[in-house]
């Protein structure tokens, strides 16, 4: 197997855990309620939990060690998708990235588990279960709210709208996409994406909302290349505020 795409793949799903799980974090003492508060915060630690284990599969293919990789690249050396590092913005669109990041997440999961590169396999295997909650969390908050006062629905609808163009682009094809692919290391972000439409549409079909023509939308790809918004950078220079003053400190 080319080790190349392994990293690839390896970089796009740490990535994405990294910026999310931070953007999640920025939540914590400012959530709408003490529950979403808290659950923001959690969220955000498991995510980042799940970038270092990928992190260290990277390490152990002979990249930088985890704190080194996440800490010292610059924006455009970063694979993660658009979506992860738009600013929250009000708890409505947090909510709608949260809904369809993370049921594009587990089903990455699910088929990542039955990979035939087995350390991919393995830590898939034990993140799933974690990443079952995530969802079961989004799917339960959108049915309530989406389903309940017109300015809920009307404020999700407006965030469902403006998410989607970059969450389609979540399902960005890698240069490697055919060979993972044949080699049974990874179903591919195509089988990916078609299962993501089938979950996310039998949730938003309990609620008010209205899935937009997918048809008409024009994602914003790039993120996998390394094309991102003006909105990385300084969030990339924040995370490593700490870790720059002293890069060979040891916690």
């Not at 990455?108 to 909650?133: C, D, H, N």
């Not at 290349?225 to 924040?238: A, I, S």
């Amino acid at each position: 197997m080319n080790e190349l795409a392994i990293k690839d793949l390896l970089y796009k799903l740490a990535d994405d855990q990294l910026i999310l799980g931070h953007r999640n974090s920025e939540w914590t003492g400012f959530g709408p309620i003490l529950e979403e508060d808290i659950a923001f915060s959690s969220m955000a630690q498991d995510k980042i939990g799940h970038s270092l284990a990928f992190y260290t599969l990277l390490q152990e293919l002979g990249e930088a060690d985890p704190d080194t990789v996440a800490f010292t690249r610059n924006a455009n050396q970063f694979h993660n998708n658009q979506l992860v590092e738009l600013p929250n913005g009000e708890y409505d669109f947090s909510l709608i990235r949260h809904f369809l990041y993370d049921n594009a997440e587990i089903i990455r999961f699910e088929m990542l588990s039955q990979s035939s590169y087995e350390p991919i396999a393995k830590v898939a295997t034990k993140l799933k279960g974690e990443v079952k909650y995530h969802v079961l969390h989004a799917n339960t908050w959108i049915k309530n709210l989406g389903s309940s006062t017109e300015e809920a629905i009307l404020r999700l609808q407006s965030s469902l709208n403006e998410a989607l163009p970059y969450a389609l682009a979540m399902f960005e094809n890698s240069k490697y996409e055919q060979e993972l692919i044949d080699a049974g290391v990874y179903s591919g972000e195509d089988a990916v994406k078609a299962e993501w439409l089938k979950r996310i549409q039998t949730v938003i079909e309990k609620t008010d909302l209205k899935l937009p023509d997918l048809a008409t939308i024009e994602p914003k790809f790039g993120g996998r290349y390394g094309k991102h918004t003006e909105h990385l950078q300084p969030l990339l220079d924040e995370m490593a505020e700490v870790f720059k003053i002293d890069p060979t400190a040891e916690w």
